[in-house]
């Protein structure tokens, strides 16, 4: 079935360093793709999305490209801040009737000042 | 801006009480879903609904169930809480149209089950 692997967290980074969060993933068909992001004590907020292959999302200077070829979407971000201390989620779409999301576990990200 | 309500930020139950969880949606959106969200299992959907009247289980809908007599409204009830169902419950919800299937989030209700 399909399924979601993102690395493990937490990601501790300085501030102004470059982030990547890998995010690869297993589906029939052809999924849309997402980032979601969730700031302490707040619900998921989307973050980007990308639904065909090669398309790059981008959103608040995050970035993802759907890497067909090798089943990936890593986030990654050019200079990180501390307010972007967040959990990062990768997930997709089940597509079809039932829209499903299928979620990875989450990468906590912390910047340092 | 898509807004996705929930009726408490934090709720303390006894075990054995009834509980309802509200969620309500803005932007006449076909599907709205349940989740929970633990340490280190990331969020597993409870119940998903596509249409008023509509349910269908998600990953983990023992100990749940779902309501959804309006198109804005889905509330997740816990029949008789349990302390294991102590946790962050997500509402969402997403447009069946345009093919993306993106969804939108409530803030979320943390639920204390004593």
């Known amino acids: 079935g399909n399924s979601v692997t993102q690395m493990e967290g937490p990601v501790t980074l300085s501030e102004e360093a470059f982030l990547t969060i890998n995010c690869t993933y297993t589906a029939t068909g052809y999924p849309s793709l997402f980032w979601y992001v969730q700031y302490p004590g707040e619900g998921l907020q989307l973050l980007l999305k990308?639904?065909?292959?090669?398309d790059k999302g981008s959103n608040k200077g995050f970035e993802a490209t759907y890497r067909k070829e090798t089943t990936s979407f890593h986030l990654e971000k050019g200079s990180v801040q501390v307010s972007d201390s967040a959990v990062y989620f990768c997930?997709?779409?089940?597509?079809?009737?039932?829209?499903?999301?299928?979620f990875g576990t989450g990468t906590l990200l912390a910047v340092q000042p | 801006d898509v807004k996705v309500t929930q009726s408490s930020r934090y709720l303390v139950k006894r075990t054995g009480e009834k509980v309802f969880l509200e969620c309500v949606q803005d932007?006449?959106?076909?599907?709205m879903f349940w989740y929970r969200q633990d340490p280190g299992l990331g969020l597993r959907l409870i119940y998903f609904s596509y249409d008023v009247k509509m349910k269908e289980k998600g990953d983990i809908p023992e100990g749940y169930s779902v309501s959804r007599e309006k198109k804005e409204r889905f509330s997740l009830i816990l029949e008789s809480a349990s302390t294991n169902q102590t946790s962050m419950y997500l509402c969402?919800?997403?447009?069946?149209?345009?093919?993306?299937?993106?969804?939108?989030f409530g803030p979320g209700t943390r639920l204390t089950v004593l």
């Open positions: 969402a919800s997403s447009s069946s149209s345009g093919g993306l299937w993106a969804q939108y």
């Open positions: 990308a639904t065909k292959a090669d």
């Open positions: 997930a997709l779409s089940g597509g079809g009737a039932t829209n499903k999301l299928i």
């Open positions: 932007m006449d959106h076909e599907n």
